[in-house]
């Protein structure tokens, strides 16, 4: 069985989308589509744009989407048996496989994007990826610190990241060195994604998706917040809001592919960033 993977923030880079703009025509549609309806010229920030813009997270994951949901549509070999999103990856992977219109999805993120900036705005935070501890370890001295401090990614059994207030993430990384975490470091973001920190977003992208027609998905798509296959419609919206505070189950979600048939991983988005993940969670697999 395949599985197909959509990349998340972090992924993109300057100048992407280019080539595809240029050599097919569906795609150039779909950009020129992206422009319309978002009301500024995304294909611009895109093509042309300066790296300091693009890593606007309004700008970096509208990019991301537009790519990645793109790139499926032209393929001709997009047959998934089952898919996944990381973070932001999982609406490109809910329009790739039509749950909502490219338009809508368009809409989607553009006030995900929009609402998370202004929480970042308001309270800002960080996140840093550890390497080289157990997840326990990690969870353990999180939950002792008395500030607001998570697991928010678990992307492989050999890296967590963890997401919070500015000066509890640099109390919990210091103490995590000296326990012995191989390495650390800090993410280019100035919010704590996938945290308690993010629970203001939650109504606000509620309503958003209610407003949104959602499908029942042909193909099941393991979401963050369970790494459990999902199809109907409700529950996918359900999760996509509660994904805003939760962990990024992803090591656990592709362990649970591999369990239920998954024997190839294809990604698709601006760069194979997944794919580096997959291999370290296939070698422990093994």
């Not at 309004?58 to 089952?82: C, G, H």
């Not at 989607?108 to 994007?113: D, G, K, M, Q, T």
């Not at 990690?138 to 928010?152: A, F, L, R």
């Not at 109390?171 to 996938?194: E, M, N, Q, T």
């Amino acid at each position: 069985m395949k599985a197909y993977l959509f990349s998340g923030q972090g992924s993109q880079f300057l100048g992407m989308g280019k080539d595809l703009y240029k050599n097919s025509h569906l795609a150039k549609k779909l950009f020129q589509l992206s422009d319309e309806v978002l009301g500024f010229r995304i294909t611009s920030i895109m093509f042309e744009g300066s790296m300091d813009i693009l890593k606007n997270t309004k700008y970096t994951q509208l990019s991301i989407y537009i790519y990645s949901v793109i790139k499926a549509r032209i393929s001709n070999s997009f047959e998934p048996d089952m898919v996944a999103g990381h973070s932001l990856g999982e609406l490109s992977a809910l329009a790739a496989i039509n749950v909502f219109s490219f338009e809508d999805g368009l809409k989607l993120v553009n006030e995900r994007a929009s609402i998370m900036q202004n929480i970042c705005e308001l309270n800002p935070g960080g996140m840093a990826v550890v390497f080289g501890l157990k997840d326990s370890i990690i969870e353990d001295v999180c939950n002792k610190d008395h500030g607001i401090i998570v697991p928010s990614n678990y992307n492989s059994p050999e890296q967590l990241v963890i997401s919070g207030e500015i000066q509890a993430l640099r109390r919990v990384c210091s103490y995590l060195k000296k326990i012995g975490a191989k390495k650390i470091f800090f993410l280019p973001v100035h919010g704590a994604f996938h945290s308690p920190i993010m629970k203001p977003a939650q109504k606000k992208f509620k309503k958003i998706l209610n407003k949104i027609y959602f499908k029942d998905s042909k193909y099941p798509i393991y979401q963050n917040v369970t790494a459990l296959p999902v199809n109907k419609s409700d529950d996918i919206k359900k999760n996509l809001v509660e994904q805003l505070t939760a962990p990024v189950k992803w090591k656990q979600s592709i362990k649970n592919m591999m369990d239920h048939g998954a024997v190839s991983f294809t990604e698709i988005g601006p760069s194979n960033i997944l794919q580096g993940l997959i291999k370290k969670i296939l070698r422990n697999s093994v």
